[in-house]
């Protein structure tokens, strides 16, 4: 994806280095991190900063005019002893690299960016070269589009000579840092280096997006969609990713460096109270027991899920697998992720979701024709149900995992009736191939859906006999009812879970479930914040599913109140009539009932 | 590559503008990129125009590398 950074737009009496600059974007992944900041171009290569002060070009040209003299020894070097051992037409790759660093185009284009919009040299070199490599890969002929790749080496070698230090790539950190950027790619995010990414920030994205799953799957803190920024902070920079308010504050002054310092002691604090309880079950105060699972993305987290105290995995995302390889996971490749989750589980139950990919999880191995509304497109059960050869594959693993332990299956985004049908015909049809193969399968696996779909809720009662249990995923619900694309800078802010709406929705999807004595969970972000929490188990909600990481301060929340209190605060809840008054009711009660766990501002 | 690389070499030693043109889309031979954004692979049909003091020499000498398929014969030295 090719976008313009919003560099030139920006008047340059703004740049202003040294001061602090708050910015607001979408929390998706909480917690709080404070470091170096990297800052990546769209390529994935690291730009050192944007522009620099009027009266500095004739510098920044000379700095570029070593680098390039710098970069040409060193091909000259490389073309000399690769012709001496390899013979001259190898050595002639070299010789063809030293004429694209000295190609009169390049240099003037290079020349007029850093005098005349004073453009860092990095910057104007990345700006350019980016440039050439994307029409050259754009074009038909391979052996043009294999010459951006040429482009691309002589481009590193100028910013290596410039930076004074090989150009750090996202899979390889040169250090611990905070990653910048206009957005990740799932092939970059799913390498990235979970020792050294201490947080992560981008222009775009939302809520739903590849980035906010990593980095919660990662437990990195995140802020999305902050918008363009990216001209007002260079690598080396101070940063705070606040992954709980969704704030960013670049070059912090000290006060704000002193609060966020004392509010990670008050959470290192909270630790220690959290652990005290973590082998204890999730009772509210007068007994009533609720589950607390986990929602998991990668199969290494199950462990984390345990050392969490989690009840099982109410929510096992299946997506990882298709995200970032070029091929289509094999059944084995599904099976191991899913058994080594049931074995780390040990007997607790592990809900797996069947694939849920589409619109803005889409990967890379299943080429679709572009949609103009993927969220109301083909996606999710829906994808699958027009794919049954690559289903089949999915179910088959998940059943034969299901002889390890307690295996649940979970069809996302049911819409109608028809495609909850078909996806069960697939499901009996791949256990009696099973079957007649001689493989021992568990036959009494639960099936459920997710209602996520305002149409889900309004004709549950026709779905309900037809299922085990329901799980309401209430970002997409959300989304959906509200009609707000989340990943939408503009509207993203109309995207509020606590909608009345939207607890109207989950009432009566509880309403039908429990009259029909079917388990009803709430799987969605909803369960993260414990004010919110609490309001679902008032509404009678007995199974949540939320980040591991989220897992034990919701316990400290039910711990600390009754069932009485639940009940009263979603009674009023329910009553109130916008998002903003559920909202500020929710967290003023949460601060009344569980002061231990809310930091005043 | 290779091809556009001598090429690149040899235009520069002239005082002559010199061009290539691949269906209407015009490379100065001086610039590797411009040369390589047209795209011409083996096959193609260009047209070498020259202008300046040496623009004859230019277009002989070129034309005999492109005859000679950039190899074997250093045609540099012939410059």
């Given at each position: ?12 009496n703004q740049i202003d280095h040294f001061s602090m600059l708050e910015l607001q974007g979408?929390a998706?992944?909480?917690g709080v991190a404070i470091g170096r900041a990297l800052v ?9 900063r944007?522009?620099?002060a ?123 840092a905070i990653?910048v ?17 201490l947080g992560?920030c ?19 803190p995140?802020v999305?969609?902050v918008?363009?920024f990216l001209h007002n902070i260079r690598s080396g920079d101070e940063v705070i990713v606040d992954g709980h308010l969704g704030r960013i504050i670049v070059s912090p002054d000290e006060a704000t460096r002193d609060h966020y310092m004392q509010r990670r002691r008050f959470r ?331 930091l005043q501002a | ?79």
């Amino acid at each position: 994806m090719i976008r313009t950074f919003g560099c030139d737009r920006q008047p340059i009496n703004q740049i202003d280095h040294f001061s602090m600059l708050e910015l607001q974007g979408i929390a998706v992944s909480p917690g709080v991190a404070i470091g170096r900041a990297l800052v990546f171009d769209r390529e994935g290569y690291r730009i050192t900063r944007c522009l620099v002060a009027v009266g500095e070009d004739e510098r920044e040209w000379e700095r570029l005019v070593d680098a390039v003299k710098q970069a040409y020894d060193k091909l000259e070097t490389s073309r000399q002893s690769t012709t001496a051992q390899l013979g001259e037409r190898l050595g002639n790759i070299f010789s063809a690299q030293q004429q694209i660093l000295h190609d009169p185009h390049l240099q003037s284009e290079l020349e007029s960016l850093i005098r005349s919009k004073t453009y860092s040299a990095e910057y104007a070199v990345s700006e350019v070269f980016t440039k050439y490599a994307s029409a050259f890969r754009k074009a038909t002929s391979t052996f043009l589009s294999e010459r951006a790749a040429d482009i691309r080496d002589v481009e590193r070698l100028l910013l290596e000579g410039l930076t004074g230090q090989p150009t750090a790539t996202l899979k390889q950190l040169p250090h611990e840092a905070i990653v910048v950027s206009h957005e990740l790619t799932p092939g970059e995010t799913a390498a990235f280096d979970r020792e050294k990414v201490l947080g992560i920030c981008t222009e775009a994205g939302g809520p739903g997006g590849h980035t906010a799953i990593v980095a919660r799957g990662m437990e990195i803190p995140a802020v999305v969609g902050v918008g363009n920024f990216l001209h007002n902070i260079r690598s080396g920079d101070e940063v705070i990713v606040d992954g709980h308010l969704g704030r960013i504050i670049v070059s912090p002054d000290e006060a704000t460096r002193d609060h966020y310092m004392q509010r990670r002691r008050f959470r290192q604090s909270i630790a220690t109270q959290l652990e005290e309880i973590r082998d204890l079950p999730a009772c509210t105060s007068d007994g009533v027991r609720i589950e607390l699972m986990a929602n998991v993305e990668f199969p290494n987290e199950a462990l984390s899920c345990i050392a969490r105290g989690a009840d099982g995995v109410g929510l096992y995302r299946t997506e990882f697998l298709y995200l970032g390889h070029d091929q289509e996971p094999t059944e084995e490749e599904h099976y191991q992720a899913y058994a080594q989750v049931v074995r780390d589980m040990q007997n607790r139950p592990v809900v797996i979701r069947t694939l849920d990919l589409g619109a803005d999880k889409m990967g890379m191995t299943m080429p679709t024709e572009p949609e103009n509304n993927p969220f109301l497109g083909l996606r999710s059960i829906r994808l699958s149900l027009r794919n049954p050869a690559l289903f089949r594959i999915q179910v088959r693993a998940i059943l034969r995992a299901a002889c390890l332990g307690d295996v649940r299956i979970m069809f996302p985004m049911i819409t109608t009736l028809d495609e909850l049908r078909s996806a069960r015909f697939l499901l009996r049809s791949v256990s009696e191939d099973l079957a007649s193969e001689g493989k021992h399968i568990q036959c009494a696996v639960q099936v459920g859906m997710m209602v996520e779909v305002p149409a889900a809720v309004l004709m549950l009662d026709r779905f309900i006999d037809e299922i085990d249990f329901v799980s309401i995923g209430t970002n997409d619900l959300t989304q959906y009812t509200l009609a707000v694309d989340r990943s939408n800078d503009s509207v993203a802010d109309l995207y509020q879970a606590c909608d009345p709406a939207v607890l109207r929705l989950i009432q009566r999807t509880l309403q039908i479930a429990s009259e029909k004595k079917k388990s009803t969970s709430v799987c969605g972000e909803m369960s993260n914040n414990p004010a919110y929490a609490l309001m679902l188990v008032g509404m009678g909600i007995r199974t949540l599913s939320l980040a591991p990481a989220a897992i034990p301060i919701l316990k400290k929340a039910i711990r600390s109140v009754t069932i009485g209190q639940c009940e009263a605060m979603a009674w009023r809840a329910l009553r109130l009539s916008t998002a903003r008054e559920v909202d500020a009711f929710l967290m003023n009660q949460l601060a009344g009932l569980v002061p231990e766990i809310v930091l005043q501002a | 590559m290779r091809p556009a690389d001598k090429l690149v070499r040899v235009a520069a030693g002239f005082q002559c503008q010199i061009e290539l043109e691949r269906a209407g889309q015009i490379a100065d031979c001086r610039s590797i990129l411009s040369l390589l954004t047209l795209g011409a692979t083996q096959g193609s049909e260009l047209v070498l125009r020259a202008q300046g003091p040496d623009a004859d020499e230019a277009i002989r000498v070129i034309r005999l590398m492109f005859d000679q398929q950039f190899d074997d014969l250093n045609v540099e030295q012939s410059t």
